[in-house]
């Protein structure tokens, strides 16, 4: 016989239900992102909401040297990071043409991507 879970109800959601921060920019951007995940039946928005409500060590920062390993074959598409892009210097050039959403650039790792020609988003401008 196995063990039935359910026996005290059900069982309880651990995801975060809204950020913990009191940044009212984070807690206007969940807003934003709930409405849309509702109103709409796109598991991007979900997903989005879901990552913006969690805690700060989730939300670790991307250098510009992972992001360009990780967009190489994949220039054509827009890199959504819920979290900080940070510059890396031991990377000489930055890939061409690269559009990346963050909650927030570092103001290098924003100048180089711009100057390769790609574009800096935040989250409320890509929604």
Known sequence: ?????????????????????DNLQLKLLFKLYTFLARRTD????KKVA?????????????????????MARRLDKTCVVVGPILDDPRQIEVPENLK?????????ARQRIIASGGQCLTFDEFA
């Not at 796109?42 to 928005?45: A, D, G, R, V, Y």
Request: no cysteine; charged share 35%; net charge positive.
């Open 1 to 21: 016989m196995g063990i039935d879970k359910l026996v005290r109800g059900n069982p309880k959601s651990k995801n975060r239900k809204e950020p913990k921060s």
């Open 42 to 45: 796109s598991e991007f928005n």
């Open 50 to 70: 879901r990552r913006l409500a969690m805690s700060r060590l989730n939300k670790a920062p991307l250098s510009t040297r992972h992001l360009a390993k990780y």
């Open 100 to 108: 990346v959403v963050a909650l927030k650039f570092s103001e290098t």
